[in-house]
């Protein structure tokens, strides 16, 4: 069954830290781009993070320098390392992979981040 699970999400404190997981079973992420979006409540789902098959990465400007978007192909799971958190980085994450080649996607149900004192 192919399917894409995110865990890690939680309540931290402004500053804080917390890594998101994206395992996947089903298919393997190498041939896969993965992409991390966000949604807070109320507003549109936003891209937060992508990571291409090939390694390259890409950031939102608003996360720039703070999350770094990882891939442990033994794990068969990509990262979201979230550091410096703000308030306004409270959320839902998504991750979504998406084959390169036929652009066929998968999405998860998605983990909450709250970001408050």
């Known amino acids: 069954q192919v399917q894409l699970v995110e865990s890690g999400g939680g309540l931290a404190q402004p500053g804080g830290s917390l890594t998101l997981s994206c395992a996947a079973s089903?298919?393997?992420?190498?041939?896969?781009?993965t992409t991390w979006y966000r949604q807070p409540p109320g507003k549109q789902r936003d891209m937060v993070a992508v990571i291409s098959s090939g390694g390259s990465t890409t950031y939102a400007t608003s996360v720039q320098g703070r999350f770094t978007i990882s891939t442990d192909n033994a794990k068969n799971t990509v990262f979201l390392q979230m550091n410096s958190l703000k308030p306004e980085d409270t959320a839902i994450y998504y991750c979504?992979?998406?084959?390169?080649?036929?652009?066929?996607?998968?999405w998860g149900r998605g983990t909450q981040v709250t970001v408050s004192s």
């Open positions: 089903g298919f393997t992420f190498s041939y896969y781009d």
């Open positions: 979504k992979a998406r084959h390169r080649g036929y652009g066929q996607e998968y």
